[in-house]
């Protein structure tokens, strides 16, 4: 792999990790950038590291939504299956 390549691989993977930790986030506009100035300054220090840590966020953030999503789900499937026997039982 050339270093033009890893370089363009890095700098994808940050901006995919940034926006996809943007839509993720429970925060403010304001506070993500705030939070992102922080971040990026640094990312200029040790690359590696934030890459890292980026990375362990974004994996940290994507399971809670599936916790998330999984939770809604299962009482949104408690709720119909309840209200389908009330329904049958008012017949």
């Given amino acids: 792999m050339s270093a033009g390549g890893f370089l363009t691989g890095l700098i994808v993977g940050v901006a ?14 304001k506070e993500n950038r705030t939070r992102l100035a922080g971040e990026l300054a640094r990312f200029g220090n040790n690359p ?4 890292s840590q980026l ?22 499937r408690t709720h119909m299956r309840h ?3 009330a329904a049958r039982g008012s017949d």
């Fill in 16 to 29: 995919l990790g940034v926006a996809a930790g943007a839509l993720l986030s429970p925060e403010s506009g």
């Fill in 48 to 51: 590696t590291d934030f890459v």
């Fill in 55 to 76: 990375k362990a966020e974004i994996q940290d953030r994507l399971q809670v939504a599936q916790v998330a999503y999984r939770t809604g789900a299962e009482e949104t």
């Fill in 83 to 85: 209200e389908l026997e």
